[in-house]
């Protein structure tokens, strides 16, 4: 049998709310938007390298897609829930804005919005270095974040 080796950060990279350590007022946050149905078509996470941005994004696509329900504790045994774990839900769209700067890359990603999605509740595109965009790249997507 082979064995899989994998990079310690992801090995051990908290898979639901309760395992993220030092953002206990972003995941409070989170938690109640969930619970009370109360969320906001857009979020922005900013912080430093290593403070768990792209992990609470994924978590967060995991409590919307739960194939039980739309909840703070997502359940990590549904299909859903263990496709974004493994990085192959077709509805978590994850982009390299570092590699990805020109206009045409965000057109093309934006052209993708207008369609449901594919087997979860909510589709989720996830923006990481969005900072890196060109000028015309991060205007285009303002635009479109604008009008929900």
Not at 24 to 39: F, I
Not at 45 to 57: C, D, E, H, S
Not at 121 to 135: G, T
Request: hydrophobic fraction near 35%; proline fraction near 3%.
């Amino acid at each position: 049998m082979k064995e899989q080796h994998q990079v310690l950060a992801r090995k051990w990279r908290p898979k639901q709310f309760a395992d993220v350590v030092g953002q206990s007022h972003v995941v409070r946050a989170l938690s109640n938007a969930l619970a009370q149905n109360q969320l906001h078509h857009a979020y922005l996470f900013t912080g430093t390298r290593g403070v768990g941005k792209t992990t609470l994004a994924r978590i967060l696509a995991k409590c919307l897609n739960c194939e039980a329900r739309v909840t703070p504790e997502p359940c990590g045994q549904c299909s859903s829930c263990q496709e974004i774990d493994t990085g192959r839900f077709v509805d978590l769209i994850e982009v390299d804005a570092a590699s990805r700067t020109k206009v045409e890359d965000t057109r093309d990603l934006l052209d993708n919005v207008q369609y449901l999605p594919a087997k979860g509740r909510f589709k989720v595109y996830l923006i990481d270095e969005v900072h890196m965009l060109s000028n015309h790249s991060f205007n285009a997507l303002l635009k479109t974040l604008e009008e929900p």
